[in-house]
């Protein structure tokens, strides 16, 4: 699955800050209607400039599945 995260434009295509495990946790309830714990998610990287990152979810123990970030410009 993929999953949409909008975030403000910064300057040479950069994000201000960086996207959470929080605002990802929250894209996946609003678009998938799935409860996922924030601690649930794993970033390999800090997610810092718009593009596709991979993300594993622990759904149970030895369990995972990859979710695909996708960040996009807020309109």
Do not use: W
């Not at 594993?56 to 960040?71: D, M, P, Q, R, W």
């Amino acid at each position: 699955k993929s999953v949409n995260v909008k975030a403000k434009a910064g300057q040479a295509g950069r994000i201000y800050g960086s996207v959470t495990t929080k605002e990802i946790a929250a894209a996946l309830k609003e678009q998938y209607a799935v409860d996922v714990d924030k601690r649930k998610l794993s970033l390999s990287m800090d997610i810092k400039a718009f593009g596709s990152y991979p993300c594993e979810v622990k759904l149970y123990n030895g369990i995972t599945a990859t979710v695909t970030v996708s960040v996009v410009e807020q309109a």
